[in-house]
Nanobody, 119 residues
Framework: QLQASGGGLVQAGGSLRLSCAASGRTISTYAMGWFRQAPGKEREFVARSGGTRYYADSVKGRFTISRDNAKNTVYLQMNSLKPEDTAVYYC?????????????????WGQGTLVTVSS
């Protein structure tokens, strides 16, 4: 089970840190990803940790994914937030051997946490 938290309302230019706590499985053996879904849009890739780190071009240089295997938790530090970052953010876990970009690369999903960035 994955439990995402840390979302909220923030002004443009601000920061938030999302957390995703895992229970029932050890994240050290998985690739951990963050996706987001804005209203009326498809779920899109944001970042992945597991071997190589990957970032969507839209967040590169502003967002950082990290993990604490001892706490079985993965984080997404989001800086310089923009109104277009507004979305429900989901964490996900999947085999490291799979690709990183597609939702189909991940087997387990958290419930999502809402991030709203005001202009």
């Amino acid at each position: 089970q994955l439990q995402a938290s840390g979302g909220g309302l923030v002004q443009a230019g601000g920061s938030l840190r999302l957390s995703c706590a895992a229970s029932g499985r050890t994240i050290s053996t998985y690739a951990m990803g963050w996706f987001r879904q804005a209203p009326g849009k498809e779920r899109e890739f944001v970042a992945r940790s597991g071997g190589t780190r990957y970032y969507a071009d839209s967040v590169k240089g502003r967002f950082t994914i990290s993990r604490d295997n001892a706490k079985n938790t993965v984080y997404l530090q989001m800086n310089s937030l923009k109104p277009e970052d507004t979305a429900v953010y989901y964490c996900a876990a999947g085999p490291i051997s799979r690709g990183y970009y597609s939702v189909d690369s991940y087997d387990y999903w958290g419930q999502g946490t809402l991030v709203t960035v005001s202009s």
